[in-house]
T-cell receptor
Framework: RKEVEQDPGPFNVPEGATVAFNCTYSNSASQSFFWYRQDCRKEPKLLMSVYSSGNEDGRFTAQLNRASQYISLLIRDSKLSDSATYLCVGGRNNNDMRFGAGTRLTVKP | DAGITQSPRHKVTETGTPVTLRCHQTENHRYMYWYRQDPGHGLRLIHYSYGVKDTDKGEVSDGYSVSRSKTEDFLLTLESATSSQTSVYFC???????????FGPGTRLTVL
């Protein structure tokens, strides 16, 4: 079993839609969680950190549920430019971070 | 964008040959990492460095070695490349061991 699991998708949604991704992690000792965005054939870029109390950045909301060991990402009012692969990451520190394989999102006109 | 470059960006080599990939940063960050990314697996840590000449193994270190003789450079060496090492290799940097990681543009390696 992978330490961090994500639904690979693809998620195909129309512009303006709200879409949510979940990610589960198996290591209960994990302390830090992130969502990265990766465009095709590019490097991952930090989208947002995930805090225990939940956090929001514009149209993006991230939440952490330690009891059930999952994190989520909600994207409201989807834009064409949101089309990318979203990577879920969790671990105790950077030398044991585990990356999910990614969830692919395509936003269509 | 973080000042990270990787070279070469693309390489095709043959099984059994040595290969060295270079990561160069201009941010003066203490931590540097090498990852590989394969379909269905996500990014996996190969080796990391927490200072000049201070390195340690990651999750998938077999067949790889690293060196860091200067703060700005972190080298990944495949002593004898195998086809299973065909992958995209990303370098990352961070100021501290729990800080956000910033990734380089990647090196696409094909071992025939």
């Amino acid at each position: 079993r992978k330490e961090v699991e994500q639904d690979p998708g693809p998620f195909n949604v129309p512009e303006g839609a709200t879409v949510a991704f979940n990610c589960t992690y198996s290591n209960s000792a994990s302390q830090s969680f992130f969502w990265y965005r990766q465009d095709c054939r590019k490097e991952p870029k930090l989208l947002m950190s995930v805090y225990s109390s939940g956090n929001e950045d514009g149209r993006f909301t991230a939440q952490l549920n330690r009891a059930s060991q999952y994190i989520s990402l909600l994207i409201r009012d989807s834009k064409l430019s949101d089309s990318a692969t979203y990577l879920c990451v969790g671990g105790r520190n950077n030398n044991d971070m585990r990356f999910g394989a990614g969830t692919r999102l395509t936003v269509k006109p | 964008d973080a000042g990270i470059t990787q070279s070469p960006r693309h390489k095709v080599t043959e099984t059994g040959t040595p290969v060295t990939l270079r990561c160069h940063q201009t941010e003066n960050h203490r931590y540097m990492y090498w990852y590989r990314q394969d379909p269905g697996h996500g990014l996996r840590l190969i080796h990391y460095s927490y200072g000049v000449k201070d390195t340690d193994k990651g999750e998938v270190s077999d067949g790889y070695s690293v060196s860091r003789s200067k703060t700005e450079d972190f080298l990944l060496t495949l002593e004898s490349a195998t086809s299973s090492q065909t992958s995209v290799y990303f370098c990352a940097i961070s100021p501290g061991g729990r800080d956000t990681q910033y990734f380089g543009p990647g090196t696409r390696l094909t071992v025939l």
